[in-house]
């Protein structure tokens, strides 16, 4: 009975092979992002969002192809930024060290940030890449489990002391000892832990609009979804795409897609493909071949 389990489980998709999907969606909408909207950009086509060319124009033949594969392109890449945040939830939930899978998003945002604005710079869009709202997202729900915990140890820490017992001890440690009550209850309250969570979500998201972080404040909030219902992997997803959908505009709409990927998702790590680094490197590299490719076009 047990192997029959096991082998059901091991159907579906794991998260490697779901990484592996994401890397190549993101790599299609950068395709149309960088490479289609930065050529439209350096050649004059495109100018503050609005085409200057007519169509009477020799080329108008040509452009209107071009941006129809590029919204085309645009939607298929919709669904990456789920995926990758669904896959962060689901690393922190399994990571050894949270604090060295946070170090190593910094890292990584720190890294891309050249290639990023190079491709940035071309398309006119001032932003940060991908990587701080992720490890914003990260903070966030880091601080939602440690005022939980705490919550819960509270909880425990008032059960087990003795009612209406006076400190023997109050001369030196009667001021800690009051300080630590109070936000051992604080903590137990469910009102105060839901105060609490609030404002640290409102300081994540808002950390995430000052610096412009792609995705912004919302995409901190798709992952807070993700993890808030993560016992439920496909109504989580359905939340967080209908936050992206409200928040984002009706382009995030085809990131409903990833219901059906996720419903086949069997929550196991997986064999482990390119190495360890691959999936974080992906990203500032193939950024920056992108640039290449699209200077090497139009000049």
């Known amino acids: 009975m047990q192997d029959i389990t096991a082998n059901k489980k091991s159907k579906g998709i794991s998260s490697s092979q779901l990484k592996l999907i994401a890397i190549v969606l993101m790599f299609i909408d950068h395709i149309g992002a960088i490479l289609i909207d930065g050529y439209f950009y350096e050649t004059g086509i495109l100018v503050d969002n609005m085409f200057t060319i007519t169509r009477e124009a020799p080329m108008f033949s040509m452009v209107e192809k071009l941006y129809y594969i590029d919204i085309a392109l645009r939607l298929i890449g919709r669904l990456a930024f789920p ?41 006119h869009q001032p932003s940060r890449n991908v990587f701080f709202t992720l490890s914003l997202g990260f903070m966030a729900i880091w601080g939602i ?6 919550g819960a140890a509270s909880k425990k820490e008032v059960a087990s002391a003795a009612p209406d017992t006076p400190s023997e001890e109050a001369g030196n440690d009667g001021s800690a000892s009051a300080a630590g009550g109070i936000l051992t209850k604080a903590l137990v309250s469910p009102s105060s832990r839901n105060f609490l969570t609030i404002i640290w979500l ?14 912004s404040s919302f995409g901190v909030l798709t992952i807070v979804a993700l993890y808030i219902f993560r016992r439920e992997p496909v109504k989580s997803m359905a939340i967080a795409c209908a936050i992206l959908t409200l928040l984002g505009g009706l382009i995030e709409l085809p990131a409903f897609l990833n219901l059906l990927l996720i419903r086949i998702y069997n929550g196991e790590k997986g064999r482990p493909l390119f190495g360890k680094y691959f999936f974080y490197a992906f990203y500032p590299v193939h950024m920056l071949l992108l640039y290449c490719i699209l200077q090497l076009i139009v000049r």
């Open 83 to 123: 995926l990758f945040a669904f896959l962060l939830v689901q690393g922190f939930m399994h990571t050894r060290s949270k604090k060295k899978y946070l170090i190593r998003l910094l890292i990584f945002a720190l890294i891309s940030e050249l290639p990023f604005g190079l491709v940035m710079a071309v398309i």
């Open 145 to 150: 489990e440690y005022i939980d915990s705490k």
């Open 202 to 215: 409102a300081a994540c998201c808002g950390l995430a609009a000052l610096i412009k972080s792609d995705y």
